[in-house]
C-alpha cells in the first residue's frame, strides 16, 4: 500500500505561497527584489563579508546559483565581492550601502510576513514544527 504522506507537495505549495507573498509585497513597496535575493541580502546584513560558499551553505543554494543571484545584485549595485587576499578564487560578499538601504527597507516588510505566516499558532506550534520540518529534513540527508 503507498504511503500518502505527500511530504514534498505541501512543502512545496507552502513555499511558493510565502514566495509569492513576499514577492507581492516587495512589488508593493517598490523594493527591486526578489524573494531569493532577498535571502542572501538578509545573511549578509546580519554578516558582512562572507564567501559565497558560506552564503550558499546558509541559504541552502548550489554555488551556481548563488552565484547568479550574486550577479544580479552586483549589478544593481547591491553588492560587492572583494578577493580573499591568500586565495584570488574566492571571493568575500559585502553589502554596499545602496544594498544595506533596500535590506533595511525590506526588512520590517519580512518581518511582518514572518509574522503574518504564524498567525493563529502558538510558540509551542512553533516548536513543534520546527522539530517535525527538522526531522523530515534529516530523513532527506544524503550526506
Known sequence: MPVKKQVGYYLERTTR???LAFTQAFIAADIDLTPE???LIDHLMAKNGVSQTDLASKSYKNAPTVS???DVLERKN???RQR???DRRRYKIFLTNK???VGEKALPIAIELREKGWKGLTDHDYEEFLKIIETVFKN???N
Do not use: A, M, P
Request: proline share 0%; net charge positive; no cysteine.
Open 84 to 86: 580573499f587576499t591568500n
Open 37 to 39: 535575493q532577498w535571502v
Open 17 to 19: 505561497q510565502v514566495k
Open 99 to 101: 544594498g544595506r538601504s
Open 140 to 142: 532527506y540527508d544524503i
Open 78 to 80: 547591491y553588492i560587492e
Open 68 to 70: 547568479r543571484i550574486l
